[in-house]
């Protein structure tokens, strides 16, 4: 904080030395009310400038919250309730991921879709839908 006071007292006085004539009497009262004020306005000059040094170091210290990425499940669901369904499609059924354990209350609802097929309707899940969820496919039998 006194670095900057002082090379400013230093340029003060280096500045009124060279421009005031040599003079006989010396400084009169006007002349030391200005030195004064003078010096004044440059020690609160200082001040702001290391107030505000100080202020900026704090806040390059000071790191906002990272960004948590979100948790994704990676719940595995059982491949065998993985079901054809019509002709190219798959879904998960509710029915065998309930046997298997499976809590499908916790499972994305848009994920959950019908399909029609000749023999009617079927619920189950998207497995496409549920892989971008987080989900992955038990491979294992």
């Given at each position: 904080?006194f670095?900057?006071?002082?090379?400013?007292?230093?340029?003060?006085?280096?500045?009124?030395?060279?421009?005031?004539?040599?003079q006989?009497?010396?400084?009169?009262?006007?002349?030391?009310?200005?030195?004064?004020?003078?010096l004044?306005?440059?020690?609160?000059?200082?001040?702001?400038i290391?107030?505000?040094?100080?202020?900026?170091?704090?806040v390059?210290?000071?790191?906002?919250?990272?960004r948590?990425?979100?948790?994704r499940?990676?719940?595995?669901?059982?491949?065998?309730?993985?079901?054809?369904?019509?002709?190219?499609?798959?879904?998960f059924?509710?029915?065998?991921?309930?046997?298997?354990?499976?809590?499908?209350?916790?499972?994305?609802n848009?994920?959950?879709?019908?399909?029609?097929?000749?023999?009617?309707?079927?619920?189950?899940?998207d497995?496409?839908?549920?892989?971008?969820?987080?989900?992955?496919?038990?491979?294992r039998?």
């Amino acid at each position: 904080m006194f670095k900057p006071l002082i090379a400013g007292v230093a340029a003060l006085s280096l500045t009124f030395a060279a421009a005031a004539p040599a003079q006989a009497n010396g400084i009169d009262r006007d002349d030391a009310g200005k030195i004064i004020f003078g010096l004044v306005a440059l020690a609160a000059l200082g001040a702001a400038i290391e107030n505000r040094n100080d202020n900026d170091d704090r806040v390059t210290q000071t790191r906002s919250p990272e960004r948590q990425p979100t948790q994704r499940n990676q719940t595995r669901l059982p491949s065998e309730c993985l079901r054809e369904v019509g002709r190219n499609d798959q879904i998960f059924t509710r029915n065998c991921l309930q046997r298997n354990d499976v809590r499908v209350n916790t499972l994305p609802n848009r994920c959950e879709v019908r399909v029609f097929t000749r023999n009617g309707s079927r619920n189950g899940f998207d497995p496409s839908c549920l892989r971008q969820e987080g989900y992955r496919i038990d491979r294992r039998h």
